[in-house]
């Protein structure tokens, strides 16, 4: 005998189909900010489909052959529906363009649509002369299933619903307003009869009713399965934002232009530059100051030179507490890479003086400085971590050197160092200094083995 289930069996609920993503209610407002906004745009490309249809029902009405049987007056009852229908939709886009419109009016907007183009199919018998039957063979209603179709681009199913069950009730109403008009007498339930005079035919009414509805209810499942991809697509776009603020542009390229799955241990050599940079006597600073001033102030110095880096064609790698290593060449190849970094760290050490005059207006008092070093060199552009967690990084020779120079300024009292060899390769790709490098030949650097020839910027 199976055991009984305990857990509770799911309920299909029409509101939550109709009302969305039943998700939607806890959504990130800016999230909703997105949503609203495509909803805005929808209305507005229906407000221009719904004025152009206007206005090209006008062309047909003054350029298409006239029938033998129909007259030609601006006041007759077709031209003046189809001048309160082109009037309405010019005023209804002027009102979606100036603002966000309402549920309600867009409701209303409806019911005047189904209501302006039955009237024009009203009319039809009026203008020629012709029992209310006639006006049921009126070709013009298939602009029934245009307005349930149109609401469609909306991606709601309540608007279609909505235009569909108002198509489908106005049909109904014309069809018995016609019958007592004319009088039992003009029904039949002959199709040949039908088809060849002015009489009613109920079952075909009820087949274009029903046609009505069928189209209805297959684009409302459209729509709200469309609906469900919109918000999952915004979910995911807004995400992906947030998350590439966390990232440098060059790793978000990367990794949102990869062919493959990015899984870890894959590495790419190439011929880059690294950039390390370092605040001076900052480690102390932040032991005697609040910990929201130490931000303020790293926050300041980070705003000053990420675009630095950016415009010269460098990557922000990481923040090491007070430091900063970036990176060029490394996530997209680049045939600058060392004179984008020394142009780069140029820059840099002039806006730090920038930065070190604003340090009163941020509380502090203290002097402090701004170290760089660049060093150049085949690194291998990697990715490590495990299934769940990956992370880009550069590893070299050219990494560790940069490291180990900008560590050797306190030794040299410099503010900048970098290998000789890498301003002479720097110059070869278009680099002109800035300022006057000090050449230390033979210089010794604790970590790296036998004597380097360094460049060195004391101010």
């Known amino acids: 005998m199976r055991a009984a289930s305990n857990a509770p069996a799911q309920r299909f609920s029409w509101r939550e189909w109709l009302a969305g993503d039943p998700q939607a209610a806890a959504l990130p407002e800016r999230v909703r900010d997105i949503i609203a906004s495509e909803d805005r745009a929808s209305e507005r490309l229906i407000g221009f489909v719904q004025l152009a249809i206007g206005l090209a029902l006008w062309a047909l009405y003054l350029i298409a052959p006239r029938p033998v049987d129909a ?26 363009l100036r603002r966000r419109v309402p549920d309600g009016f867009v409701a209303i907007s409806i019911l005047a649509d189904v209501s302006l183009v039955l009237g024009l199919i009203w009319s039809f018998h009026l203008e020629y002369g012709q029992p209310p039957g006639l006006l049921l063979k009126a ?10 179709v149109l609401r469609a681009l909306r991606f709601d199913p309540r608007y279609v619903l909505a235009a569909g069950a108002a198509c489908a009730v106005g049909w109904a109403l014309l069809t018995i307003i016609a019958i007592a008009v ?8 002959s199709f040949t009869e039908y088809l060849t005079t002015s009489h009613i035919l109920i079952g075909a009414e009820v087949e274009k009713i029903t046609a009505l509805l069928v189209v209805t209810a297959l684009l409302a499942i459209g729509a709200r399965r469309a609906q469900r991809t919109l918000v999952a697509a ?103 890479a060392a004179a984008d970094a020394l142009r780069a760290l140029d820059q840099i050490l002039i806006e730090a003086h920038a930065w070190q005059r604003s340090l009163p207006d941020l509380g502090v008092t203290e002097k402090l400085s701004v170290n760089g070093a660049a060093a150049a060199g085949r690194v291998v552009f990697a990715t490590l971590g495990d299934g769940d967690r990956l992370e880009y990084t550069v590893i070299g020779e050219a990494v560790n050197l940069a490291a180990k120079l900008e560590k050797h300024n306190k030794l040299e009292g410099s503010l900048a160092l970098v290998p000789a060899a890498t301003v002479a390769r720097a110059r070869s790709e278009g680099y002109a200094p800035s300022a006057d490098y000090t050449v230390r030949p033979g210089a010794t650097i604790a970590g790296v083995a036998g004597r380097l020839d360094l460049c060195a910027r004391f101010a």
């Open 71 to 96: 007259g030609f007056s601006m006041v007759a009852p077709v031209p003046v529906a189809l001048g309160v229908f082109t009037l309405f939709s010019m005023f209804r886009l002027w009102l979606i």
């Open 182 to 189: 004319s009088g039992s007498g003009a029904v039949t339930r």
């Open 234 to 336: 915004v979910k995911e776009e807004a995400a992906l934002k947030e998350v590439r603020r966390f990232l440098s542009k060059g790793v978000a390229e990367q990794i949102s232009g990869s062919a493959l799955l990015i899984e870890a241990g894959q590495a790419i050599a190439r011929d880059a530059a690294i950039l390390m940079l370092d605040i001076r006597g900052f480690t102390g600073l932040s032991m005697r100051i609040p910990p929201e001033s130490v931000v303020k102030v790293l926050t300041a110095f980070h705003a000053r030179i990420i675009p630095i880096v950016r415009d010269n064609g460098g990557v922000i790698d990481k923040f090491l507490g007070d430091g900063v290593m970036a990176t060029f060449g490394a996530a997209q190849p680049s045939e600058t």
């Open 139 to 148: 070709p013009t209603f298939v602009y029934l299933f245009v307005l349930v």
